[in-house]
């Protein structure tokens, strides 16, 4: 399947992309990451766009600044997102309009993200998670996987039974990617 990329999108540096591809207009990829006191422009690092993934317009993507940001397989980022240097996004993953991810984020497979969130940077999100729409996710929360986040500051309210159920995750399996997704912290 061939990727497409429109002409109005612009991928600079080392932008490596998938088949089957997405990217729509306005788009900027593959830029260096935004530093207060400068930008590594000669840095190796890029962005990785996993087969499949959807990226509908007016994305910016940072390039990494200690590895690859790395969007995954299928994932669906609609207009307006901001994905930070060296996040890794997970497989199967939706990021709604008008969502903001710090650098370092990583984010676990078939995570969905509701409009206009805000993400800390170096955070870590749980796979299966649902965070709010305009939910603001500060640096000590713990997002754990089929978990539901909201609120100001983000809060968690109860478990993604509608996601999980959709994924066939039953409660011994949620509390085996809990208990391993705690001992990685």
Request: aromatic residues 8%.
């Amino acid at each position: 399947m061939e990727s497409f990329i429109h002409p109005s999108a612009v991928l600079a540096g080392n932008v490596s992309i998938g088949r089957g591809v997405y990217i729509g207009p306005n788009c900027l990829i593959g830029f260096p990451a935004e530093y207060k006191d400068g930008f590594p422009y000669d840095s190796e690092y890029g962005v990785e766009i996993l087969d499949g993934a959807k990226i509908t317009g007016n994305v910016t993507i940072d390039a990494g600044t200690k590895q690859n940001t790395v969007i995954g397989e299928y994932s669906f980022l609609m207009k307006g997102v901001h994905i930070g240097h060296d996040v890794y996004v997970g497989n199967d993953v939706t990021i709604s309009p008008h969502v903001c991810i710090g650098g370092h984020v990583k984010i676990g497979d078939k995570s969905n993200f509701g409009m206009g969130c805000i993400i800390h940077p170096r955070q870590k999100i749980g796979a299966y998670a649902m965070i709010g729409m305009g939910a603001i996710v500060p640096k000590r929360l713990i997002l754990k996987p089929g978990h539901i986040y909201v609120g100001n500051p983000a809060r968690e309210i109860g478990i993604n039974s509608i996601g999980l159920e959709r994924a066939g995750i039953d409660m011994s399996k949620l509390d085996a990617l809990i208990e391993e997704f705690l001992s990685e912290n």
